[in-house]
């Protein structure tokens, strides 16, 4: 039978928040040791990703000045937001209904160049 072991804390539940593993120290005593919750890392504003280059930290950690802003973030448009391929998508989509635009622009101007040349005589 293995040796007993005394909490640190005043609370004995078997919880998330009370996690831990007991170790034995250099002179051969048993503690201890609480393991903290992991994090589940900061996801894609779009979709359900979590976002590659920004560490998964709890949130009061991102929020505090404990890291700079370069290390909680990716340096590209919406980087830390919304994940690379969501931004493509994005950069896309926009793209095409601007193409979208100039095409019937141009399909309205023929079109009242043909009403055009069929309303003059030859």
């Known amino acids: 039978m293995g040796e007993r072991l005394t909490y640190r804390r005043r609370h004995p539940y078997a919880t998330r ?23 589940n890392g900061v996801k894609c504003g779009k979709c359900p990703r979590i976002l590659p280059g920004v560490p998964a930290l709890p949130a009061h950690k991102l929020t505090r000045n404990l890291m700079s802003r370069k290390q909680k973030s990716v340096t590209r448009i919406y980087g830390g937001a919304i994940c690379g391929k969501c931004v493509r998508e994005r950069i896309i989509r926009a793209f095409l209904v601007e193409e979208q635009k100039i095409v019937k622009k141009v399909l309205k101007l023929q079109k009242s160049k043909e009403k055009i040349a069929s309303k003059v005589p030859a």
């Open 17 to 39: 928040s009370n996690l831990r593993r007991t170790v034995r120290t250099p002179g051969g005593k048993l503690v201890v040791q609480y393991i903290a919750k992991r994090a």
